[in-house]
């Protein structure tokens, strides 16, 4: 498999290390900074490095466009203009509603790995980055090609990560409540911490480990979260919204002085906080789906997104077209009985038949 990367920090670092190690696959890669292009050629991440998007994307079987949320739309354009019609194109993006209604075409599928680390850039790329991680795919139920969802799909689950489907705006409001906001309220609480705790010489009084923790990602890489902030602007604010009466209802609760009230919103906060962190393991044995279809653009990503949707993730996916090839027939493996049962019931009501193996 022939693999490119456009942009080798830290994701399009990680994505070529570990196409390589764990996919076998040859990559080619491309980076706006010579320097940085060096370091990846220097550090055995890509196979070859190229001075122009074009040459390192020409002929790649999938082409990961990695490159900061102001640039990606340009970048993605390029990128589809350069391949042929047999490569998947997909981004890694943190907001995928744009990039997702700029191209309507069957080779692209947006993507966001949910996966980082404290340092940026090439120097800190490693192939294990993705292991567990959840990457969203944004595929388009209309147009998107099954073969290539496939081959993206397989791919990223040899990089260790676990693909789950979702419609790209519902990905941004997602994003904007677990992400985005997290940032904005970050960035708040350290300001007024320092208005508050700021002595009269200016020097920091106090700030104990509790602002520590939460402050945390205040004032992240401005080159890529400015661009995060006015792309997913919407979401955001709809968010802070939200947070906004949540932080009125707290307000008025603390204000009543009722311990037991008080006590058990704070119950309430914990167990929510347990069950989110728990719908993040994953394992057990895996369940085989067999589910006919017709040979049409789109038809793999509408029942990878109606599952997506309901929380259930494929494992791993194959398509077997008939001889004809005018339909043919997806294998989904999911995670243990319970997943399977649902999943089949929702394939069922898209109309397609679907058996048990």
């Not at 320092?194 to 509790?210: F, K, N, Q, R």
């Not at 603390?254 to 906060?269: I, Q, S």
């Not at 027939?329 to 995670?335: E, K, N």
């Amino acid at each position: 498999m022939r693999v490119a990367v456009a942009g080798l920090g830290l994701i399009g670092g990680s994505i070529a290390l570990a196409c390589r190690e764990r996919a076998g696959a040859a990559v080619a890669g491309f980076d706006s900074d010579p320097a940085v292009r060096d370091t990846a050629a220097t550090m055995g991440a890509v196979d070859a490095v190229h001075a122009s998007l074009e040459e390192a994307v020409a002929g790649a079987d999938v082409a990961f466009v990695a490159v900061p949320v102001g640039a990606l739309e340009d970048a993605v354009a390029r990128t589809i203009a350069a391949t042929g019609e047999d490569c998947v194109v997909t981004d890694v993006g943190s907001t995928k509603r744009a990039v997702a209604d700029a191209f309507d075409d069957a080779r692209f599928v947006g993507g966001h790995p949910l996966a980082g680390a404290e340092t940026a850039g090439i120097g800190n790329a490693r192939a294990d980055l993705f292991d567990g991680a959840t990457w969203y795919l944004t595929p388009n139920a209309g147009s998107t090609t099954g073969v290539l969802y496939e081959r993206l799909h397989r791919l990223l689950a040899q990089l260790g990560a676990r693909p789950v489907a979702i419609d790209a705006a519902e990905h941004d409001r997602l994003m904007a409540v677990v992400s985005h906001l997290p940032h904005v309220l970050a960035n708040v609480l350290v300001a007024q911490a320092a208005d508050e705790l700021t002595g009269g010489d200016g020097a920091l009084v106090a700030a104990g480990p509790s602002l520590r923790d939460a402050t945390r990602v205040a004032g992240a890489n401005s080159a890529i979260w400015g661009d995060i902030y006015v792309a997913n602007a919407d979401a955001i604010t709809a968010a802070l919204t939200r947070f906004q009466a949540a932080l009125q209802n707290a307000a008025e609760l603390l204000g009543a002085h009722d311990r037991d009230a008080v006590v058990a919103w704070n119950e309430d906060a914990r167990e929510d906080r347990e069950r989110l962190l728990g719908t993040d393991l994953l394992g057990g044995a895996t369940k085989e789906l067999r589910v006919a279809v017709p040979n049409r653009p789109g038809v793999v990503a509408e029942i990878a997104l109606a599952l997506g949707r309901a929380a259930v993730n494929i494992v791993d996916l194959a398509l077997a077209p008939s001889p004809d090839n005018s339909q043919g027939v997806v294998r989904l493996w999911l995670l243990g009985e319970d997943q399977a049962r649902v999943a089949a019931e929702l394939i069922g009501d898209l109309g397609f038949p679907v058996a048990s193996a």
